[in-house]
């Protein structure tokens, strides 16, 4: 078995979309669930279905509300694509937070940090790790794998 989609309720689709393709999904299909707008999209992190909800109710404070049980966050490994866009030298979680800051802004889009970058080591492999919200406040997770060497000078 392998997965198929993650999806997506939204209050705005065509606000959800925009704000995907920043993060390198285009839609491949558009498709209404009989009384809705929907949508697949795809991107090298899989295939993202969006389905606008009509008179939408705020979503539970996921991130917030360390009681809430139930969808927490989508999580996107950016280790490789921080790595190829500066061969010889690796683009930081940071650096690569304020060019996406900088696309959402030019369309118009919210840019809103949960967390800032900060590391975790889970296991033996050591991430700078990030948290963002999508136009309707649902939590996305941000990883970059970092030597564990960094993540000493770091920690001071």
Known sequence: ???????????????????????GFAVRERFTTGYTLACWM???AGRLELIEIPQPQPAPDAFGNERYVGYYHLSF??????EVRTPGATLSLEDWLNRWRSQLLEKSLPFVVLLLPQVQTI?????????????????????????PALASSERG
Do not use: N
């Open 77 to 82: 490994d950016l280790t490789a694509d921080l």
């Open 1 to 23: 078995m392998r997965g198929h989609h993650m999806s997506i309720r939204t209050s705005d689709i065509h606000r959800a979309i925009a704000f995907y393709e920043t993060l």
């Open 123 to 147: 296991g033996e492999t050591t991430y700078r790790v990030a948290f963002a919200a999508d136009p309707d406040g649902l939590p996305l997770e941000f990883l970059h794998q970092i030597d």
């Open 42 to 44: 795809e991107g090298k």
